[in-house]
């Protein structure tokens, strides 16, 4: 099931000094077919999770499984809250006919597991740095 849903690679980067966390969405590779011409209408959302919720949405990139979407969210995350942040992002196929459907997401923080704990640790470590990963896409379910 590893890597069946398809990849997404986003740089993480932490600024203590002024609270500023940033998600950078670079690209996608290999995802999942969603519609019936074997292709998908990708769009990714951030959502962070800190005492209050927060959707953000960007545009979406036609009939790719292999979308650029270099896109930046910013959030603002004193240094001190930084490890109660859970961070979700979700790869979407936008469809104008029925509802959007999920093709899959990923968790962040310091309750996630695995690779995505790695890179979260990581810019944690680093303040200021700039750290670009590929990860698998999980089930959205």
């Not at 960007?58 to 959030?75: H, I, Q, R």
Request: net charge positive; charged share 25%.
């Amino acid at each position: 099931q590893e890597g069946q849903l398809g990849e997404i690679r986003f740089l993480l980067r932490h600024v203590p000094s002024t609270g500023k966390l940033t998600v950078l969405i670079l690209e996608a590779k290999k995802l999942k077919q969603m519609d019936s011409h074997g292709l998908s209408d990708p769009f990714v959302k951030v959502h962070l999770t800190l005492n209050r919720k927060k959707w953000k949405k960007k545009s979406m990139k036609k009939n790719t499984l292999s979308p650029y979407f270099n896109e930046t969210f910013v959030f603002e995350v004193p240094f001190d809250q930084i490890q109660n942040v859970d961070v979700v992002i979700s790869v979407w196929d936008h469809n104008q006919v029925t509802k959007n459907e999920p093709i899959g997401k990923l968790f962040l923080g310091c309750r996630a597991t695995g690779n995505q704990l790695r890179h979260w640790s990581d810019m944690l470590s680093n303040p200021r740095r700039p750290l670009a990963q590929w990860h698998s896409l999980q089930p959205p379910g």
